[in-house]
C-alpha cells in the first residue's frame, strides 16, 4: 500500500544517518502531506509522535521527542491523559533505554544442531516463518488444532491469537492471570457480580481510608494509582499498611501492621468481627445490597482480636483501633484488592475476605471507595467466525478451576507435560513477550514441559531466557518502533490512545503484527487479517468513534464522555448485582454450589523450619516484571536486586553489609548466582525479601547477567489455588549457604 | 528573583523517576546524575520512621563552589541559580571538593557538570523536568521573590528544614517534613 511504503521511504533517511536540520525534515514532510493528503499516515510532526508505554501494564500515553538529528531523545507523558496526567513513571521515562538497548534482538534466529551442540544460526524471515507455519500445520494434523497454545503479554499477543484461533485452538495464556490478579477477579465477581480489571476502580483520589495488605503501592508504580495516593495523603487520608515489611507506604502510614506472614486472612476475619459486633458496619447497605449477613455475622464470632494476636502477632487494641479507623472514614474507605495477589493459595478465598469488609463498610459504589469504571467501546472490524476448538486447557485440567475465568498460563504449560489425567497434550507454543523461565513458578517443570513441544517460537525484543530454548527467535521492534492496537481503558472517564512509530525499526526487527499476519499469510488464513497494515485497521476504528488516525496522530489520546452519570449509587437505588442471587454475596452461593467454603475460612500455612527464612518478594519502582533488568536507563538506577536481612538474623549468621550469598531453599534448590546482603530493621527476622526480576542467566543480556538472584528460580513449592488454580508463591523458605557447590 | 525548589518528603516515594527524567532532559552521560534518592531510616523494628529525600544541586547563596572557582566557571545566573560555563571550566575539581552536598560531578568530556534548575525550560514557562515528571508531585519550584509562587505558598503553610544549614552556606532547596 502506498502509505506504509511513504513512511518508511522517510524514516529510512534518518536510520541511513542522513541528517537533516529540523526545518528541512518539516519541509520536506510539509511537501508530502500536499502531495498525498488522504494517504499520507506517517508522521505528521517529526518532532513529537504520540505512544502509549509498554513497560508495564497501566499502557500511560505520552509522547516520543526526537532530537534535530531524528533521534529519540526523551518520552513525556499525555497530560490529557487519564491514566498518566502527564507524567511517567521511572520505567517510562527510561523506555527509551528499549530501544538504544544494544543487546537486542536484531535478526531472526533459527536452532540447529552441529555436531551435537545446539546453536541457533541466524535466519531471514521468510525462512522463519516457513518454518513456524510448517510446523504449526505438521503439529495440528498429527495432534489436532486443540494442542498449539499461546502464552502472552503486552499489545503483540492478540495479532498471534487471531492465528491460532483461526487454527481451531483458544489455548491462549497469560501468566497476569495464575500468577497475578486471578484470584482477585474470581473474589470480587463472586461478590459483587463484577471483577476489578485494570486500572483498578479504586477511588484512592477521593478516600478518606487507604487499607493496603501487602501491597506495596509506590514500589509498584502503578502510576495513575500512585498519584492518587499522594492527592489523597495531601488531603490527610489516613493510610493502614498491613506487611512484614516496612515498605516506602509503610512509611507513609498512620498506622503500620507489621503482621506476621501468611496470617492476613485472620486478620480480615478479625477486622469483620469487630465491625459487626461494635456494629460500626453500614447497617443501611448491607440490609439493602448483602446477602448472607447472618451467616457471616456467625461465623466471624471465633475470630476476636485476642485470638487474632497469637495468630498474627498483632496487638487485639491495633487490630481494634485500624477497623474503627476504617468505619470512621466509611463509605470512602478503600480496602485494596492488591496486585500479584497470588500467595498460598487460598488467595480467593483471601480477596473473598477483602470484598466482603470493603461491602461490610458499604464502599463498593460509593465515593471514596470503589467507583464504577466505563471502558470506551470501539468497534471491531467484522471478521468471520472462528472454527470451534473441540477440545482446550479446561479439559486437559479434568474438571478442575471451573471458576477461573481466563486460561492458567501454568495450566497450559501443564497439561504440555503428557500425562495420563491430561486428555490434551500441547504440543506447539508461541511465547509473546513473556519470559516464561522467570515469569511462570516452578522452573523445573517448566523447563519439563519445553522438552516435549514440537514446537517454540519465541517473540521478543530481547534475548530473555526463554529465547534460549526456542526453535525460532523472532526479534520485534521496540513499541517505540510500531503501531499497536488502540489502547481502550477503563475509568472515571473512558479514554482511547494511539501508539504510533516515533523512527523506523532499528536492526532487522518488525511489528509482531506484521509477523503473525506473515505467518497467517503462509497457513490461509488471511481472512482474519484483513487489513494489510495495522494503522490500516487503527484508521477504520477510529473512524467508527467519529474520529481517524489523523487526528489522533496530533492528539494520542481521546477522552470520551460518560454515557450515564452512574460514577457512584445513588442515595437508595436499586442495584441488581450479577450474582445468583441479585445482591452481594457476602455468603458465596457460587463457591457453595463447587463445594468450596462460602464464607472464607482461616487455615494456618506451614511456618519454615529452624535456620530457614521465609521468601518475600516485591517490586522496585524502576524495574518491572523480569523484563527492564537489561534497560541501560534502569539498570543505572539499580543494577541488582538486595537481600533484605534482619540485624537479628545477620548477627546469627555473622552477616555483614554488601557480602555475597548464596541462598538454598526448602527443596534444595541453590541461586545460580550470588546476592548482596543488606542489613536492615525494615524486615522481619522470620523473613527475608528480595526485589522479583534479577539474576538473568542468558549472558547475551550483558547488563544484567548474573547481576542479582533469581526469585523465581527459588519458587518450588507452588500452593495452587483449588478455586481459580492461582499459582501461590510465598510459601517458599530459604536459608543462607556461603558457595552453591551441593554437598557431598 | 530568587529561584528554589521544595521537596514534600511525606509524599516522595523514592521511584527515580527525577533522576531518569533529568538524564534524559539534560543528556546525562548514563552512570552519571544531577539528581538522586536518598533514604534516612530510624528505630528498630517494628519502632520505625524512614525519610525519603530527592536531593540536587541546592542553589546555594553563598556558596563555596562559585567563591572558590578560580577561571569564574562556577556563577550565579539568572534568579541566583549556580551554573557552570563548560567551556570556562578547566575540570580542576575545587568546586567538588567545596560543595558540602556532594552535587557536582566531571562530566566524561571534562568539565564539571550538576543540577542548572533547568534554566532552559525554566526561561520557556515549563518547570524543571524532574518537577514536571514527578508521579506523587512532590516538587515544587518558583520564584521566593514573588509570594504567590507554588514555592512560597507551600513554604508559608508547610513545616520545612535545609540540609547541612550549619555550613552557611543558605541553600535554595527545601525539605517539607
Ligand atoms: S506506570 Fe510506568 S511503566 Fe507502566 S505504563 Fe505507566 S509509565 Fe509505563
Ligand atoms: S549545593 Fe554545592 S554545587 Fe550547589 S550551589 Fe551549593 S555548594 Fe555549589
Ligand atoms: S532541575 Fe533540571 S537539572 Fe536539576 S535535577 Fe531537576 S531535572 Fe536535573
Known amino acids: 500500500m502506498n502509505s506504509r511504503r511513504q513512511f518508511l521511504k522517510i524514516s529510512s ?120 507455519a510448517a510446523k504449526l500445520q505438521k503439529v495440528k494434523k498429527e495432534h489436532g488444532p486443540e494442542s498449539l497454545a499461546l502464552f502472552s503479554h503486552g499489545s503483540g499477543g492478540k495479532y498471534f491469537g487471531k492465528v491460532l484461533k483461526g487454527l481451531g485452538s483458544n489455548n491462549i495464556a497469560a501468566p497476569s492471570y495464575a500468577q497475578c490478579r486471578g484470584p482477585r477477579e474470581v473474589a470480587f465477581l463472586a461478590t459483587y457480580g463484577q471483577g476489578i480489571n485494570s486500572p483498578e476502580n479504586t477511588d484512592i483520589r477521593d478516600t478518606k481510608c487507604l487499607v493496603l495488605i501487602g501491597s506495596h503501592l509506590g514500589e509498584n508504580m502503578h502510576n495513575g494509582q500512585v498519584q492518587e495516593m499522594s492527592d489523597a495523603i495531601d488531603k490527610g487520608a489516613t493510610i493502614i499498611t498491613v506487611d512484614p515489611r516496612f515498605s516506602t507506604v509503610a512509611s507513609k502510614s498512620k498506622f503500620w501492621l507489621p503482621i506476621k506472614p501468611s496470617t492476613d486472612m485472620a486478620l480480615l476475619l478479625t477486622w469483620m468481627n469487630v465491625i459487626i459486633n461494635e456494629e460500626l458496619y453500614d447497617k443501611k447497605y448491607v440490609e439493602k445490597y448483602c446477602y448472607g449477613f447472618d451467616q457471616l455475622k456467625e461465623h466471624v464470632q471465633q475470630y476476636t482480636p485476642e485470638w487474632a494476636y497469637g495468630v498474627t502477632t498483632l ?430 | 528573583m530568587r529561584y528554589a525548589m521544595a521537596i514534600d518528603t511525606k509524599k516522595c516515594v523514592g521511584c527515580s523517576d527525577c533522576v531518569v527524567a533529568c538524564q534524559t532532559e539534560n543528556d546525562v552521560p548514563i552512570g552519571y546524575c544531577r539528581d538522586w534518592v536518598v533514604e534516612v531510616m530510624d528505630g528498630t523494628y517494628p519502632q520505625l520512621e524512614m525519610e525519603i529525600r530527592s536531593e540536587r544541586c541546592n542553589h546555594c547563596e553563598n556558596s563555596p563552589c562559585v567563591r572558590c572557582c578560580p577561571t569564574g566557571a562556577s556563577h550565579y545566573g539568572e534568579g541566583g541559580i549556580v551554573l557552570v560555563t563548560e567551556n570556562k571550566c578547566i575540570g580542576c575539581s575545587a568546586c567538588i571538593t567545596s560543595c558540602p552536598y556532594d552535587a557536582r560531578f566531571v562530566h566524561p568530556k571534562g568539565y564539571v557538570d550538576k543540577c542548572t534548575f533547568c534554566l532552559h525550560r525554566v526561561k520557556k514557562g515549563l518547570q524543571p523536568a524532574c518537577v514536571a515528571v514527578c508521579p506523587t508531585k512532590c516538587m515544587y519550584f518558583g520564584d521566593l521573590d514573588d509570594p504567590r509562587s507554588e514555592v512560597s505558598e507551600i513554604l508559608k503553610k508547610r513545616k520545612h528544614k535545609t540540609l547541612i544549614p550549619e555550613a552557611g552556606t543558605k541553600p535554595q532547596l527545601y525539605f517539607l517534613i
Request: proline share 6%; glycine share 8%; with cysteine.
Open chain 1, 13 to 132: 533517511l534518518s536510520a541511513a544517518g542522513l541528517i537533516f536540520g529540523g526545518g528541512l525534515l518539516d519541509a520536506f514532510a510539509e511537501n508530502l502531506v500536499k502531495k498525498n493528503p488522504s494517504h499520507f499516515k506517517g508522521p505528521f510532526d517529526f518532532v513529537r509522535t504520540p505512544t502509549y508505554c509498554e513497560v508495564c501494564f497501566w499502557k500511560c500515553a505520552g509522547w516520543v521527542y526526537k532530537d534535530e538529528n531524528g533521534r529519540i531523545k526523551k518520552i513525556i507523558g499525555n497530560n490529557d491523559d487519564p491514566n498518566c496526567n502527564g507524567r511517567f513513571c521511572p520505567r517510562g521515562t527510561g523506555g527509551v533505554g528499549m530501544y538504544n538497548d544494544e543487546d537486542r534482538l536484531k535478526t531472526p534466529l533459527i536452532r540447529t544442531e552441529e555436531r551435537g551442540e545446539q546453536t541457533f544460526r541466524e535466519a531471514s524471515w521468510d525462512e522463519a516463518f516457513d518454518y513456524i
Open chain 1, 315 to 744: 496487638k487485639p487494641q491495633q487490630i481494634r483501633e485500624t477497623a474503627r479507623a476504617m468505619a470512621d472514614a466509611a463509605p470512602a474507605v478503600i480496602v485494596h484488592p492488591g496486585r500479584h495477589v497470588t500467595w498460598y493459595g487460598d488467595d480467593t478465598q483471601r480477596l473473598r475476605a477483602v470484598a466482603i469488609l470493603n461491602a461490610l463498610l458499604g464502599s463498593w459504589g460509593r465515593r471514596g471507595g470503589y467507583y464504577n469504571p466505563e471502558k470506551a467501546s470501539v468497534p471491531h472490524f467484522k471478521l468471520p467466525d472462528f472454527p470451534k476448538p473441540s477440545k482446550n486447557w479446561r479439559d486437559a485440567m479434568g474438571g478442575k478451576y471451573e471458576l477461573a475465568d481466563l486460561a492458567l498460563a501454568s495450566g497450559v504449560c501443564d497439561a504440555s507435560i503428557p500425562s495420563p489425567e491430561m486428555s490434551c497434550a500441547i504440543k506447539a507454543w508461541i511465547v509473546n513477550g513473556t519470559n516464561l523461565i522467570n515469569t511462570l513458578p516452578n522452573q523445573a517443570n517448566t523447563l519439563k514441559a519445553i522438552q516435549e513441544l514440537d514446537l517454540i517460537a519465541v517473540v521478543d525484543t530481547m534475548p530473555m531466557e526463554i529465547t534460549g530454548y526456542a526453535d525460532v527467535v523472532l526479534p520485534e521492534c521496540t513499541y517505540l518502533e510500531r503501531y499497536d492496537s488502540l489502547r481502550v481503558s477503563q475509568g472515571r472517564e473512558p479514554s482511547i490512545a494511539l501508539r504510533m512509530p516515533a523512527v523506523d525499526p532499528k536492526y532487522n526487527t518488525k511489528p509482531a503484527y506484521w509477523m503473525a499476519r506473515e505467518i497467517a499469510k503462509r497457513l490461509d488464513l488471511l481472512d482474519y487479517f484483513p487489513f494489510e497494515n495495522l494503522e490500516d485497521e487503527i484508521d477504520w476504528e477510529l473512524q467508527q468513534v467519529g474520529t481517524s488516525l489523523e487526528e489522533m496522530q496530533r492528539i494520542g489520546v481521546k477522552r470520551i464522555k460518560r454515557e450515564y452519570d452512574d460514577l457512584y449509587f445513588e442515595k437508595n437505588e436499586d442495584i441488581e448485582f450479577d450474582t445468583n442471587t441479585g445482591k452481594i454475596e457476602l455468603y458465596s452461593t457460587a463457591l457453595a454450589e463447587e463445594g468450596f467454603e462460602p464464607i472464607p475460612v482461616f487455615v494456618q500455612h506451614p511456618e519454615p523450619q529452624e535456620g530457614f527464612y521465609r521468601l518475600i518478594y516485591g517490586r522496585a519502582p524502576m524495574h518491572t516484571f523480569s523484563r527492564t533488568a537489561n534497560n541501560p536507563n534502569l539498570t543505572d538506577l539499580m543494577d541488582e536486586n538486595t537481600l533484605w536481612v534482619n540485624p537479628k538474623v545477620a548477627k546469627e549468621w555473622d552477616l555483614k553489609n554488601d557480602q555475597y550469598v548464596y541462598l538454598e531453599n526448602q527443596d534444595g534448590i541453590i541461586s545460580d548466582f550470588s546476592i548482596k546482603v543488606r542489613v536492615t530493621e525494615r524486615i522481619r527476622f522470620d523473613s527475608v525479601y528480595m526485589v522479583h526480576g534479577f539474576g538473568h542467566a542468558d549472558k547475551r543480556m550483558k547488563r544484567c547477567f548474573g547481576k542479582g538472584i533469581s526469585d523465581t528460580q527459588l519458587i518450588s513449592n507452588v500452593m495452587i489455588d483449588p478455586i481459580m488454580g492461582g499459582t501461590g508463591m510465598r510459601g517458599n523458605f530459604v536459608t543462607f549457604r556461603f558457595d552453591n557447590k551441593k554437598e557431598a
